[in-house]
Structures are given as structure tokens and as C-alpha cells.
């Protein structure tokens, strides 16, 4: 089973910087079933990315996904005063797993 | 549009059983499977398995399997996850959520065991 580890645990940032949230996996990831998902207190999570770097449906164009093999990131290119959120990665494969999560904070 | 409807929250006494349905609309509700995600408070999200809504198969991740069962009723395009022997460490929201890179989710439901 893949594991996922998000970095770091807390990131403290202030509207219209950049934020850059690391999810490494503990085995390569041979396939692109990456996904991050954001998650506001008292609401469901929402889907963020898929595949890797596909943006969900409605999902601005500031937030973007990369990497491949063992090492990923979702990238906020400007944050809004709505991205304060906690964000998890989510491997989908064979078995699903999620990321412990990051929390972005305001600054 | 798309919607996964959840039911209310509940409380239970230990060793109870609960039901928790998933109702869906909008969509082909046996073309996509339905995944299940648990949370305890203050906690991060955990995946449960899943269920083949067009076979009706279930697969249990790691922690889930005996107590839980995920079923289906078709005819009403609902999902159901049941836990049996409810214990106090099953306190959680659960969540209901669309195909293996959940894009669509319910609300959750808040399943609370207490005496």
C-alpha cells in the first residue's frame, strides 16, 4: 500500500503570495491517479485536481498540479482570501489513500 | 446536476447498529462507483473502500472489513454503508463520495456513539 506524506504540516502565508503543498508517496506512483482535494471547517471536501494536473469542473486556474514518480505538488500561483483551507493528496490506485493534510493559514 | 444526498446525523449507543444512505441524482447512478471516506474529529480523511454500483461488489480497504457493509438499492439510485458493534472510536463523519477520485461528495453524516 502506498503511503502519502504531505509537507509541511502548517503553511502560513498572506492573500496574493504563492503556496506550494508537497505530497511525496512512499513507493513510485506508476500511474496518475493523483488527486487534491480542499477542505473548508464544517464542509465536505471538494475536488481540486485529478489525474495528476486536471483541474476538477469550476476550479479556478490559480491552482495547479504537477510532478510524477514519488513526488507531487499543488501549486496556489495567487491566494484568495477562500484558499485558506486544509488540503489533502489523495492516491487512487489499486488502493486509495489520502495524505495527512496541510493547513493554510493566513499570515 | 449532480448530488449526493446524505441522511441525518445519529446517535448510537455502543454495540448498536447504524445506516447510513447516500442518495444520488442527476446522473447514471450505475456507471459510477460510490466511495466511502470516514473522519473523525479534528482528523484527517480515511478511505473505507468502496462499492461497484453496476455489480453491487464491495471492496473494504485495511480497518474495514467485518463490522462494515456497503450495499446498494439500485431502484432508488441510493448507496448504504452499515456498522455493526458500533464502538466509541466510530465516532466520525462519513462521507459518501462519486468514482475513485471523488468528485462529487454528500454532506456527510455525523454518526456519534455514546451511552
Known amino acids: 500500500e502506498i503511503m502519502l506524506t504531505q509537507s509541511p504540516g502548517t503553511l502560513s502565508l498572506s492573500p496574493g503570495e504563492r503556496a506550494t503543498l508537497s505530497c511525496r508517496a512512499s513507493q513510485s506512483v506508476s500511474s496518475t491517479f493523483l488527486a487534491w482535494y480542499q477542505q473548508k471547517p464544517g464542509q465536505a471536501p471538494r475536488l481540486l485536481i485529478y489525474g495528476i494536473s486536471s483541474r476538477a469542473t469550476g476550479i479556478p486556474d490559480r491552482f495547479s498540479g504537477s510532478g510524477s514518480g514519488t513526488d507531487f505538488t499543488l501549486t496556489i500561483s495567487r491566494l484568495e482570501p477562500e484558499d485558506f483551507a486544509v488540503y489533502y493528496c489523495q492516491h487512487y490506485g489499486s488502493s486509495h489513500t489520502f495524505g495527512q493534510g496541510t493547513k493554510l493559514e493566513i499570515k | 446536476q449532480v448530488q449526493l444526498v446524505q441522511s441525518g446525523s445519529e446517535l448510537k449507543e455502543p454495540g448498536s447498529s447504524v445506516r447510513v444512505s447516500c442518495r444520488t441524482s442527476?446522473?447514471?447512478?450505475?456507471?459510477?462507483?460510490i466511495n466511502w471516506v470516514r473522519q473523525a474529529p479534528g482528523q484527517g480523511l480515511e478511505w473505507m473502500g468502496w462499492?461497484?454500483?453496476?455489480?453491487?461488489?464491495?471492496t473494504y480497504a485495511q480497518g474495514f472489513t467485518g463490522r462494515f457493509v456497503f450495499s446498494l438499492d439500485t431502484s432508488v439510485s441510493t448507496a448504504y454503508l452499515q456498522i455493526s458493534g458500533l464502538k466509541a472510536e466510530d465516532t466520525a463523519i462519513y462521507y459518501c463520495?462519486?468514482?475513485?477520485?471523488?468528485?462529487?461528495w454528500g454532506q456527510g453524516t455525523l454518526v456519534t456513539v455514546s451511552s
Open positions: 462499492i461497484n454500483t453496476n455489480t453491487g461488489y464491495p
Open positions: 463520495a462519486r468514482v475513485s477520485y471523488c468528485d462529487y
Open positions: 442527476g446522473y447514471s447512478f450505475t456507471n459510477y462507483a
